[in-house]
């Protein structure tokens, strides 16, 4: 019989087995990051379900699982990477009322962007879906115009800027960041990431009416 004095140990709650709900949505996701990684340095093209099925470390037949097909895999890595974007931007006006500290604090969360797979991605599966449009990769378009618009309207529509003022700052924006992730796919050598991002801030204090 155990002292009274003793002190008897807790019990160690045991950790309850994760559901096949949670071990989907954990596959899921796990597919759709090895996708946005391979579609990002390999391609639209390069991107083969094998590839991607290596990447995540699951079989075709788990891909197939989750997602049927491949265009059904493209349009969740759309989704996720169209919401990332959301997410990176989200809070910034609050974090930054100062709206010149915002468009510095913007060009820099875009930076990060392009380090990243999920920007390369969406302009990867949109170029290649464009070769052959149908009505569902026109929606996407348009979708990602919307998201975009949202995105702006968020960031600086407190400015009190005209609409056409603002969707040529954020279509400016667009083809700077395009033409960087372009660049880097296209050519090698010395990398001008950080000179391109210096002339965006540069560009977007003075489209925004913001210079000094």
């Not at 996701?29 to 990447?55: D, S, Y």
């Not at 604090?105 to 991605?121: C, M, N």
């Not at 391109?196 to 489209?207: A, I």
Request: proline fraction near 4%; hydrophobic fraction near 40%; include cysteine.
């Amino acid at each position: 019989m155990a002292d009274a004095n003793e002190t008897i140990p807790p019990i160690r709650p045991r950790h309850s087995p994760r559901t096949q709900q949670e071990r989907s949505l954990e596959t899921r996701t796990r597919i759709v990051a090895a996708a946005a990684e391979c579609i990002a340095e390999l391609g639209f093209r390069g991107a083969t379900m094998g590839a991607i099925a290596e990447r995540a470390g699951v079989s075709w037949g788990a891909i197939q699982h989750q997602f049927g097909e491949k265009d059904a895999l493209l349009d969740a890595v759309l989704e996720d990477a169209i919401r990332s974007s959301h997410d990176r931007y989200a809070g910034l006006p609050t974090a930054e009322p100062d709206p010149v500290a915002r468009v510095r604090a913007f060009v820099a969360r875009s930076g990060e962007l392009l380090r990243g797979p999920i920007y390369r991605s969406i302009i990867e599966i949109q170029v290649g879906r464009s070769r052959a449009p149908s009505e569902e990769s026109i929606g996407w378009s348009r979708y990602l115009g919307d998201s975009l618009r949202d995105i702006w309207t968020g960031l600086f529509g407190d400015l009190g800027l005209d609409e056409r003022r603002l969707i040529d700052a954020q279509r400016f924006t667009f083809a700077v960041l395009s033409g960087i992730a372009a660049e880097a796919m296209l050519f090698g050598g010395e990398d001008f990431t950080s000179r391109h991002l210096e002339l965006l801030e540069e560009t977007l204090l003075r489209l925004l009416g913001l210079e000094s």
